[in-house]
């Protein structure tokens, strides 16, 4: 070693030791020294005291964590963790020395690890794959250059969940809650593959401000407050979904206060589980307050605690505990609200706050509660009980406008996964209806009818005014803006794209959906490093995301990086996506046979669900019979995916066949 102080110790259980190699070898490809003891020195005393040594003088200890190490009493990596955890007692709290890496799912309540572990934030890199993002991270406290590389695997976010696989295909789109733009990118991919069949090289790298990066640290306002999740006290912790439910009321209430800046729920939520400072928090998210507390709930009583903390000195401002009746659920929210707003000082006097009482059935309010946390899981299974939660809720009040924008909103997405179009179509538009006529100034209501509007009805001058007037009333609605700026680009407004991402980015900057936008403009626009850059951001936020790991690989074809591509497509969570990535990735790899069999594979096996991607894929290797046949397909699926259409180099090449111009009449995208 050449210097102590520049160098990081690994320390692993036996059993985990072929992760732990990976792990090393990407730091040190990096040029970052490890200390690994396969490499170094084995058995004896010598070997004791050479661990002891190094561990006293590494910049970094790195603690390899998992199942295995969890299950194991013993061992000589829990001294090592003994004698890091001591060194650490000894090291300014604002210094990083201890730097947990989980390689498997096992949750930190179950790891058994030091405490000092457990006060900083963990990575997972499953099974030792290490990304970029994580070289990056150890080269940046090292106070070494960030290396570059795009021979690694994608970026693992940091204490991201998986989800758990489904019975059905992933949704048709990219997006959590939204089914529209991943196909603006999944056509734009052919982008890349036109440009590599004609042998043209793509234009140089260029930077363009607000894109990257997406999650630079935002500069604090004093009236700036984040709502983390309430804790769910209650006996049989059953109750998160009604906890979830406040503090997403109380996002929403707040976020209409003028001059107060109040992140998004995508990114509040973020940390939910995570053992993760108040500073922490608040400086990501760029807020100078966060408001938090806990729900505990027994039959029609209720006990609602919160308390506003200033981050940087850790002050209560203030505090309260509300013990009430489950039916003064919605007072409680407004006394909440109105308190922080009184607590910051903000030119608004409580009074003036807006009062909400959406329902007077609190058993129909449960059940709306209960169908936006499942709406937000991502499963067909979730949707439709999302979907069934929302018709049992609007049963019992039929005057309650949200749950009709929610019954509509779930249907719309619900249809990605599949289903009858004409009933699905008639559901969705009857709900969207209905909460309009109920509260015509409800943003979520024309959110919900301008994606019947657009997703269903392909009406997008329709579906855009709607879409504008959500903003209107709700400027602070994210989802509202995601879907307007995914509209906008399949349109060919890029500008707008860009600018409704970026007010995007700036409510929820944790937001996924928020950043594969971003990305989206960047790459319709040519910007193919701005594009990855975001595309990268969004895989650090949710690494499981469908859509996420196609849409940098994409971005990594249109550099040229074939190679680095076919790597990243392969980390693809979606097998039908995957093999359309890996489709495209291998033929302008010049490997032709395995392209044939990543769309052999698509054709077989997602006929239903991505019949939009074979049509274009055939539109590339020249074979327009085959590929207006799938065209024709998709269109009788009413495929999202064809609302990108226009912007696909692919489709291009059919310029000229009358059957072109035909389909776009039929898309209303003439």
């Not at 590494?58 to 001294?79: D, H, K, M």
């Not at 969705?428 to 301008?450: Q, T």
């Not at 001058?461 to 903003?471: N, P, S």
Request: charged share 25%; aromatic share 8%.
């Amino acid at each position: 070693m050449t210097g102590p102080s520049k160098a990081v110790f690994l320390s692993y259980a036996s059993q985990d030791a072929a992760a732990a190699q990976r792990l090393c070898d990407a730091l040190r490809a990096a040029g970052i020294e490890v200390w690994f003891d396969q490499s170094h020195l084995r058995g004896g005393d010598a070997w004791d005291q050479k661990i002891r040594r190094e561990i006293r003088d590494c910049a970094l200890f790195i603690p390899v964590i998992s199942a295995n190490t969890a299950a194991r009493p013993e061992g000589y990596f829990r001294l090592e963790w003994s004698l890091a955890e001591v060194r650490s007692q000894m090291i300014a709290r604002n210094k990083a020395f201890i730097v947990p890496v989980c390689i498997d799912r096992t949750p930190e309540s179950g790891a058994d690890v030091p405490e000092a572990f457990q006060r900083v934030q963990w990575t997972r890199l499953p099974d030792g794959d290490t990304s970029p993002a994580f070289v990056a991270q150890i080269a940046a406290l090292l106070g070494e250059p960030a290396p570059v590389s795009f021979a690694t695997t994608e970026p693992v976010a940091p204490r991201a969940v998986a989800h758990a696989p489904t019975a059905k295909p992933a949704p048709r789109a990219r997006f959590t809650f939204i089914v529209l733009v991943a196909v603006v990118v999944v056509s734009l991919a052919y982008v890349a593959l036109d440009r590599f069949q004609s042998s043209v090289r793509t234009a140089p790298e260029q930077h363009v401000a607000g894109v990257a990066p997406a999650l630079a640290t935002p500069a604090i306002l004093e009236k700036s407050v984040a709502v983390l999740p309430f804790i769910d006290m209650s006996e049989k912790k059953d109750q998160e979904y009604f906890s979830d439910g406040l503090s997403e009321e109380l996002i929403g209430l707040l976020s209409k206060v003028p001059d107060l800046k109040v992140p998004g729920r995508t990114s509040s939520f973020y940390f939910k589980g995570k053992r993760t400072t108040i500073a922490e928090i608040a400086k990501t998210l760029g807020v100078a307050h966060v408001l938090e507390g806990s729900v505990r709930r027994s039959g029609n009583t209720l006990r609602v605690t919160a308390q506003l903390v200033r981050a940087d000195n850790g002050y209560d401002m203030w505090s309260e505990t509300y013990d009430r009746k489950l039916d003064d659920i919605f007072k409680v929210q407004d006394e909440i609200s109105a308190a922080v707003v009184k607590a910051l000082k903000i030119a608004l006097l409580a009074d003036t706050m807006p009062k909400t009482k959406p329902t007077a059935n609190r058993e129909a309010y449960a059940l709306f509660l209960l169908s936006r946390s499942f709406h937000y899981r991502e499963t067909y299974a979730d949707v439709q009980k999302a979907i069934d939660y929302a018709e049992q809720a609007v049963k019992l009040d039929p005057s309650f406008a949200p749950a009709w924008a929610a019954l509509g909103d779930s249907l719309v997405y619900g249809f990605s996964y599949g289903g009858s179009y004409a009933q699905i179509r008639a559901r969705a538009y009857s709900a969207a209806k209905m909460a309009l006529s109920l509260d015509p100034r409800l943003s979520d209501a024309h959110v919900a009818m301008g994606r019947v509007l657009g997703e269903l009805d392909w009406d997008w001058r329709a579906a855009d005014t709607q879409l504008r007037t959500a903003i209107a009333l709700e400027p602070t609605n994210v989802l509202a803006l995601a879907i307007a700026s995914g509209y906008a680009l399949a349109q060919g407004r890029r500008d707008e794209a860009l600018r409704l991402a970026q007010k995007a980015i700036e409510i929820d900057p944790l937001s996924r959906d928020a950043l594969g936008n971003l990305g989206d403009a960047a790459y319709a626009d040519g910007r193919y490093a701005d594009a990855e850059t975001a595309y990268r951001e969004a895989i650090d936020v949710n690494t499981a995301g469908s859509g996420s790991h196609l849409s940098l690989g994409i971005a990594l074809l249109a550099q040229g990086q074939p190679v680095a591509a076919l790597e990243v497509m392969q980390k693809e969570t979606d097998e039908g996506f995957r093999e359309y990535g890996l489709a495209l990735a291998y033929q302008a790899a010049g490997r032709r046979a395995d392209a044939d069999q990543a769309l052999a594979v698509l054709e077989s096996r997602y006929p239903g669900s991505h019949a939009e991607q074979i049509a274009s894929l055939y539109a590339c290797r020249r074979e327009p019979d085959k590929s207006f046949a799938w065209f024709d397909r998709a269109y009788q699926q009413r495929d999202i995916a064809l609302v990108s259409i226009k912007n696909d180099p692919c489709f291009k090449m059919l310029q000229g066949d009358r059957r072109s111009e035909a389909l776009l009449k039929k898309l209303n995208l003439s």
